[in-house]
């Protein structure tokens, strides 16, 4: 069925066909409750043996959905019903900014990859701690990630207060928190990557954590192009920090072996999809076997089959998240995943 969709979607521009999809899905899902049957009847996934317990939450199924394509909170319950085992929103930041200007999305189809520099469009962290409340109220089993990150003009000096805004609004909302410093669109927020900025994020956020009486698992989403060097600081910062895993991994910077012509690929942007995979593969596979599987990790990049996914499962990966694949392959691709994993 996406197949014979899929061609018509790739005519048009990608991020007016994003919103035009995401829209219809959930005007289906909620007007009619014959619609929200025939959805998750299609796609959800009904496997025994695919529940997994991670940092201390327990997901339906192993395969969620990837920061970026719910940015504000809107459309977590038709997605869910889709068949994800958690739905990851944002990345949001503490006051709404509209992002780079369009177009800042482009399919490069040869590649079966995306290149994006969306900026962190969003609208805001009041808006969607409104719309989680509403969803947990409806729906407290859905498994919700909140991917936090800082306004464009916030310099990096302060951008832990726009961290621990979103962190305090969403607290009460969202099952984990995700810090993203790995976006490659937002400029000069890769710097905090680096050991020290890092180590003050976290610890604060941990401080906060240790406030409550409840915490929230908090993960770290780093990028494809880090050194290893850089990974050993990773898993030091993880240790000190105390924090629950990793995310691994953004999208990538780099545009080697693309099949794709230059000015496309010249774009400027994070490129993701199966150009990303065996990297993203790589960096779960130091992460786990230099820490010695210290910390869970959430692999994604390139997951465009159950084979990929399963890839990413024995270099070391607990859970794994789509989002270029789930565009080229459809929705279909969550529960043949599924089925290789039980
Ligand atoms: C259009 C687009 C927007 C994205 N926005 C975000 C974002 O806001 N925050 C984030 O942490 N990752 C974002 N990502 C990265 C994805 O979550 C994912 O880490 C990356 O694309 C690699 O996975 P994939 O190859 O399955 O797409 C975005 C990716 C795409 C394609």
Request: aromatic fraction near 8%; charge should be positive; charged fraction near 25%.
């Amino acid at each position: 069925m996406y197949s014979l969709i899929k061609p018509i979607f790739f005519k048009f521009d990608p991020e007016n066909v994003h919103y035009f999809v995401v829209k219809r899905l959930k005007w289906f899902n909620d007007k009619f409750p014959l619609g929200k049957t025939i959805i998750r009847s299609s796609f959800d996934v009904h496997i025994k043996g695919l529940e997994r317990e991670v940092f201390g939450i327990k997901f339906r199924n192993p395969v969620g959905l990837a920061a970026g394509f719910d940015k504000n909170g809107e459309y977590v319950e038709p997605l869910s019903n889709l068949g994800f085992g958690f739905i990851e929103v944002g990345t949001v930041t503490p006051m709404p900014q509209p992002g780079n200007d369009k177009p800042r999305m482009f399919r490069l189809p040869n590649d079966e990859a995306l290149i994006n520099r969306m900026g962190f469009n969003n609208k805001g962290v009041d808006v969607m701690a409104e719309r989680l409340r509403l969803l947990k109220d409806k729906h407290p089993d859905i498994v919700v990630g909140g991917n936090i990150g800082k306004n464009k003009a916030t310099p990096n000096e302060d951008a832990v207060s726009d961290y621990i805004k979103c962190f305090d609004r969403l607290f009460d909302v969202v099952d984990y928190f995700v810090v993203n410093v790995s976006s490659p669109n937002t400029p000069g927020l890769r710097e905090l990557q680096e050991k020290e900025p890092l180590k003050k994020i976290l610890n604060t956020l941990q401080q906060r954590n240790r406030k409550n009486d409840i915490s929230r698992p908090i993960l770290l989403k780093i990028a494809p192009d880090l050194t290893d060097a850089q990974l050993d600081d990773i898993i030091e910062i993880v240790a000190e920090t105390n924090i629950a895993g990793i995310i691994a991994t953004n999208t990538t910077i780099s545009r080697e072996n693309l099949a794709t012509e230059q000015n496309l690929k010249a774009e400027t942007g994070g490129l993701s999809g199966k150009p990303v995979k065996e990297r993203s593969t790589e960096v779960i596979r130091y992460l786990s076997e230099k820490s010695n599987k210290a910390f869970p990790i959430i692999g994604v990049g390139g997951i465009h089959s159950a084979k990929d996914a399963q890839e990413k499962m024995d270099a070391g990966a607990s859970l794994v998240q789509l989002y270029t694949g789930f565009i080229y392959e459809g929705p279909g691709l969550i529960k043949s995943i599924c089925k290789a994993l039980v």
